[in-house]
């Protein structure tokens, strides 16, 4: 049957090295996994993940800091979460001895959830900042891990 | 039988198919499982928002901003703060996206609230479509990403969102927006907007968890989601939100 199989080979040799350039061009530009979940990348959802962190949430700070969380959950700032008002402080929670948190600046921090405005929800406690204090600061009346007088 | 050179063309060819569906599916199975003990089929992110607690403080757009390490006039979450006068279009404003809040409003004749917003994870999202190189997607736990390795930075995506939710990183010229944090949600903690939201007016939530509060909440309140009519399907869900929010 392979009487002139001289006349098959050159195209076989031609078809495979097509073969072996197109696998060898597909290995080297999709990446691995490519189709996996879709039409992306895999590892995409790994570098995505691995991004640091800047809140530690406040179950963290709770850990080390029982007596601004007692003082806290007895008024109304219970649910106002520690870095809402301290700020990122993951590092600090991680390393408290090589990251000292810079205490908030009470000349804004306040003001900026309590001054008064219309848009703002009726119930919400509110003020006229400038009237109110009298030109203290707010910490001087209020203690801002349990505000209430 | 004789073996002609068509015959081996056809057969060539039928090879050819087979080694690249092959390959394929070498390059799919070969791909590594992910290494801990974080289940992507088992959630299915999304957020609620309620208009009537939100005070217009800025700490998300704040908190978002630091987490993510947003360039300076971008915004993944911003504020607006409406103002609806009878017959009249609305006054909507964002001062920096509300980076420092609002002026004060004295006005109270007229109906004003505050509207965060943010991505809104859409599982039909037109954003992912468009990507002519699968930089964008959504991923299996439903939030919708950018591959920053993979984005060319041409803009189709930024165009075809019809929230306004993405940019063009100044520095990386490839497409940014909100993860929903996912290097937070995947390790169990909460958004970092979530998290420094004093009234939790918006709140992370988990539709595949039955135990989330937000089975009750869709079931109590009434819910919606901005622009509804392109048929997105969002998962940010506002609660009492006003007819006149686009």
Known sequence: MFRDSGHLIRPAVVLLLGLGIFLAIRAAVVPKGFGKYGHYRPQALALIRSKPISFAGQDMCLMCHDDQGKARAAGKHAHVACEACHGPLADHANDPAAHKPVLPDVANLCRRCHEKDAAKPKGFPQVVTAEHSGGVLCNGCHQPHNPHL | ?246
Not at chain 2, 1 to 12: A, H, Q, V
Not at chain 2, 65 to 75: A, D, L, Q, T
Not at chain 2, 92 to 104: I, L, Q, R, T, Y
Not at chain 2, 112 to 131: I, R, Y
């Open chain 2, 1 to 246: 039988m004789e073996m002609t050179r068509r015959d081996l063309f056809t057969i060539g060819g039928k090879l050819l198919v087979l080694a690249s569906v092959g390959a394929t599916l070498e390059q799919i199975v070969g791909a590594e499982p992910a290494p801990d003990a974080y289940k992507m089929a088992d959630h299915w992110w999304g957020m609620i928002i309620d208009i009537d607690k939100c005070i217009g403080c800025g700490n998300c757009v704040r908190a978002c901003s630091k987490e993510n390490k947003v360039p300076g006039g971008y915004f993944r979450t911003w504020v607006e703060r409406y103002q609806v006068a009878e017959g009249k279009q609305p006054k909507v404003e964002s001062p920096d996206g509300a980076m420092e809040g609002f002026p004060p409003l004295t006005d109270e004749n007229i109906k004003s609230f505050f509207v965060p917003k943010l991505c809104n994870h859409c599982a039909d999202s037109p954003c992912t479509q468009v990507c002519p190189v699968g930089a964008t997607f959504i991923s299996p736990d439903g939030v919708v990403l950018v591959d920053p390795d993979y984005c060319l930075g041409c803009r189709y995506c930024v165009q075809a969102c019809p929230y306004g939710c993405r940019y063009l990183h100044p520095e990386t010229n490839t497409v940014d927006k909100c993860t929903l944090c996912y290097h937070r949600i995947t390790q169990g903690l909460t958004t970092a907007c979530c998290e420094n939201c004093p009234t939790q007016a918006r709140q992370l939530v988990d539709f595949k968890d039955p135990k989330d509060p937000v089975h009750e909440f869709l079931r109590h309140n009434m819910v919606q989601v901005l622009k509804p009519y392109m048929a997105t399907n969002a998962k940010v869900y506002y609660k009492n939100l006003d007819g006149s929010v686009r």
